[in-house]
């Protein structure tokens, strides 16, 4: 994904394909919020500030394509002929693996989104709305991702991930 020019990942996202989608996308959101915060920090010179937003989107980007990559078992136990004796615990198992790469997106952009809103309060004031628009973008993959938790963990209703999703997602918001 790093290396694609934007016009082929958006066509990427766009092809009759489930990989990539909403995971992948969320954790590129997270990236983009990350870089926005990063660049408004850099222009006020807070060098910490920078260093953690740039790690962010590091860290962002790698799940992003973790989560591209991470939702192929879940598609092997779909495609199982349903009478299979073991599908749905197959399924069941796959999805509650595949809830880790959309929980630590919700996690690290729920950070982004803290990160962003300080660098647009202490910032240089032209930047502001760029550092506001990183925190409103890591805020909505923080709830994309959250919702994908809360997707891949409907069999598992007492499963703590959904509840840290949601909890992400709320820090993300304020």
């Known amino acids: 994904m790093r290396d694609e020019p934007l016009d082929a990942l958006l066509a990427a996202f766009a092809d009759r394909t489930p990989s990539p989608g909403g995971g992948a996308a969320a954790g590129i959101g997270c990236a983009l919020g990350a870089a926005l915060a990063e660049m408004g920090a850099r222009f006020a010179g807070d060098d910490a500030a920078a260093e953690r937003a740039a790690a962010l989107r ?3 980007m790698r799940l992003a394509e973790a989560d591209a990559a991470g939702y192929a078992p879940v598609l092997e136990a779909v495609r199982l002929p349903r ?5 749905e615990a197959r399924l069941h198992a796959a999805l509650a693996r595949a809830a880790d790469v959309p929980l630590a997106i919700a996690e690290a952009a729920a950070e982004v989104a803290a990160l962003a809103r300080r660098v647009a309060a202490d910032g240089r004031p032209a930047l502001t709305g760029d550092a506001l628009t990183g925190a409103e973008l890591a805020a909505a993959a ?6 994908l938790v ?3 963990l409907e069999h598992a209703p007492e499963d703590p991930r959904a509840a840290r999703a949601r909890a992400a997602a709320e820090r993300a918001a304020s």
């Open 58 to 60: 590091a860290q962002a």
């Open 150 to 152: 809360a997707i891949d």
């Open 83 to 87: 009478d299979t004796p073991d599908r």
């Open 142 to 147: 923080a709830r994309a991702a959250a919702r």
